[in-house]
């Protein structure tokens, strides 16, 4: 099964794909463009049926301002996409990870980091 995951900015979107319970990072894509950019995706990638989408909350679990657009995007994309499913996933230590990984490409994999996160978690028990 793939699964398409987001790690979402003010401006940019970050986006990781799965194969075979292994997540890669795909590309970037600018926030105002993200739904035009799925549904392009989507059409050549009908097997995707899970978004995965970070939730940028702080270290305590606590809610972040980020947390509220956030959710505010997830709306949106419930509305654009109702056949897929959306889920939501902390992605507290992503940012760290990636960090400890790719200091200098930090952003480019934390989504990668979010969705191999909810693989773990999730689909290899």
Not at 81 to 106: G, L, M, N, T, Y
Request: charged fraction near 25%.
């Amino acid at each position: 099964m793939k699964i398409i995951a987001l790690d979402v900015g003010d401006k940019r979107v970050w986006i990781a794909i799965s194969e075979q319970n292994i997540a890669f990072a795909q590309t970037v894509v600018p926030r105002v463009e993200i739904i035009s950019y799925l549904q392009k995706f989507f059409k050549s990638s009908p097997a995707v049926q899970k978004i995965i989408i970070g939730l940028p909350y702080d270290l305590y679990g606590k809610d972040t301002k980020q947390l509220d657009k956030t959710l505010k995007f997830i709306q949106k994309l419930q509305a654009a996409f109702p056949s897929k499913q959306c889920i939501w996933h902390d992605e507290r230590f992503s940012s760290f990870v990636a960090d400890e990984w790719f200091s200098d490409h930090r952003d480019d994999i934390a989504a990668q980091c979010i969705l191999q996160s909810y693989i773990d978690t999730n689909l290899l028990k």
